[in-house]
């Protein structure tokens, strides 16, 4: 834990323990409010465009927005999974997965590998591979 | 297993494996060999520049000969760190440490991670953040 201030800024794997936690509880939402940087930057892959998803979403509230344009395209979450996370200097990585039906698509399974810079107790980066 | 004609070509998990199990014996040029693919393009972060490293290499040839390069840079490892893998669909990723003296330096420690996309039973392409 190191002090900055009057504010106690957690080391990467702090937030890396914060980030499983909460995503143990499925609490997404808090994870955004509570973790991310206002200058959060996140990368998705190239052919994420062809399912209507920006390769670089940045700032807070373009996340935020980004998370309720995908939450609305779902029909039901039939599961959700997190592994625990690798952690490397200021970075950390996990598996996420997410058994879902999408409004009048199949149901289907989605597995990513993301990961995580951390600085200054924030997530600043985020970037998914799948 | 994928049969492919008359090879038989490796699974994600297979080829994590395989990684993992290199890794552990320290067969770094080996890897290369064996699992990369002719195209493979690798991703440091854009900060390597300042070290004398290129943010994209790419080819076979062109990722042994920066292999190579940095090795000449070493004067000694005295420590090796791979984590078990992360699998996802077709990537994976790992917590690669390294405690070594470069050549003229103090001796250092190193983190990073690494993540893999596996096509066609080969990593294509490998990035790095640390």
């Not at 323990?17 to 930057?41: F, G, H, P, T, W």
């Not at 920006?54 to 344009?69: D, H, Q, R």
Request: glycine share 6%; with cysteine; net charge negative.
């Amino acid at each position: 834990m190191v002090i900055w201030g009057n504010e106690k800024m957690m080391t990467t794997p702090e937030l890396a323990s914060r980030y499983y936690a909460l995503m143990l509880e499925n609490k997404r939402a808090q994870i955004v409010d509570e973790l991310y940087a206002q200058d959060i930057v996140c990368k998705e892959p190239e052919h994420a465009i062809a399912m209507g998803i920006s390769t670089i979403t940045v700032g807070l509230e373009a996340v935020k927005a980004k998370a309720k344009a995908r939450a609305a395209m779902v029909a039901e979450i039939h599961g959700d999974y997190c592994s625990e996370p690798l952690i490397a200097g200021h970075f950390f990585s996990v598996v996420l997965g997410r058994d879902l039906t999408l409004k009048g698509k199949p149901r289907m399974s989605l597995q990513e590998i993301g990961v995580f810079e951390v600085k200054d107790g924030k997530i600043v980066t985020e970037q998914f591979f799948y």
